[in-house]
T-cell receptor
Framework: QQPVQSPQAVILREGEDAVINCSSS?????VHWYRQKHGEAPVFLMI?????EQKGHEKISASFNEKKQQSSLYLTASQLSYSGTYFC???????????FGDGTTLTVKP | NAGVTQTPKFRVLKTGQSMTLLCAQD?????MYWYRQDPGMGLRLIHY???????AKGEVPDGYNVSRLKKQNFLLGLESAAPSQTSVYFC???????????????FGSGTRLTVV
């Protein structure tokens, strides 16, 4: 079952914050987050395992709520380089395959 | 450090033609995957492999075949291309460990395929 991402798109000014959500209808083992620039391959940002762990990568962090079967990606003090499409990939069991959401397009303007 | 290399980068096929997309990784990863990405959409799993000599179907396997004769290579074949197979194809690999799901994917740069 494909996870649902929200919002589909968001436009920010430099320095503003954003939150991207990823929800699954099935129990989750882990959640991956990726960023894809136009015309390029997705790049791995971070992985969160069940247990409510929060991780960070520069000014980008994420949380994972196992009970709610959802993860959120937090982008603080956004930079122009943060523009791109963000995908979450959900894994339901250990050694399972990732199923990806349709992505959230983030545009950061000067 | 090459990572995951896909060839070719672009290809135009006529309906009914066949072709093979090659994915090579130099990270000694056990797991390899083929995804397709249509405009404005996410990644859909076509086929995957959990080790040399093994393959399995993903979400959208119809019209595609794969082979993993060597650990570092994963081939995707289209026997009779159709316009519905126009897409960008991404190969990915993942490290194996005690808990394989703890690792993220490394993607190749993609193959843009157009079937006319």
């Amino acid at each position: 079952q494909q996870p649902v991402q929200s919002p589909q798109a968001v436009i920010l000014r430099e320095g503003e914050d954003a939150v991207i959500n990823c929800s699954s209808s099935k129990a989750l083992y882990s959640v991956h987050w990726y960023r894809q620039k136009h015309g390029e391959a997705p790049v791995f940002l971070m992985i969160l395992l069940k247990g409510g762990e929060q991780k960070g990568h520069e000014k980008i962090s994420a949380s994972f709520n196992e009970k709610k079967q959802q993860s959120s990606l937090y982008l603080t003090a956004s930079q122009l380089s943060y523009s791109g499409t963000y995908f979450c990939g959900t894994v339901n069991t250990n050694a399972g395959k990732s199923t990806f959401g349709d992505g959230t397009t983030l545009t950061v303007k000067p | 450090n090459a990572g995951v290399t896909q060839t070719p980068k672009f290809r135009v096929l006529k309906t009914g033609q066949s072709m093979t997309l090659l994915c090579a990784q130099d990270m000694n990863h056990e797991y390899m995957y083929w995804y397709r990405q249509d405009p404005g959409m996410g990644l859909r799993l076509i086929h995957y492999s959990v080790g040399e000599g093994t393959t399995a179907k993903g979400e959208v396997p119809d019209g595609y075949n794969v082979s993993r004769l060597k650990k570092q290579n994963f081939l995707l074949g289209l026997e009779s291309a159709a316009p519905s197979q126009t897409s960008v194809y991404f190969c990915a690999s993942k490290q194996q460990g005690p808990t394989p799901s703890n690792y993220g994917y490394t993607f190749g740069s993609g193959t843009r395929l157009t079937v006319v």
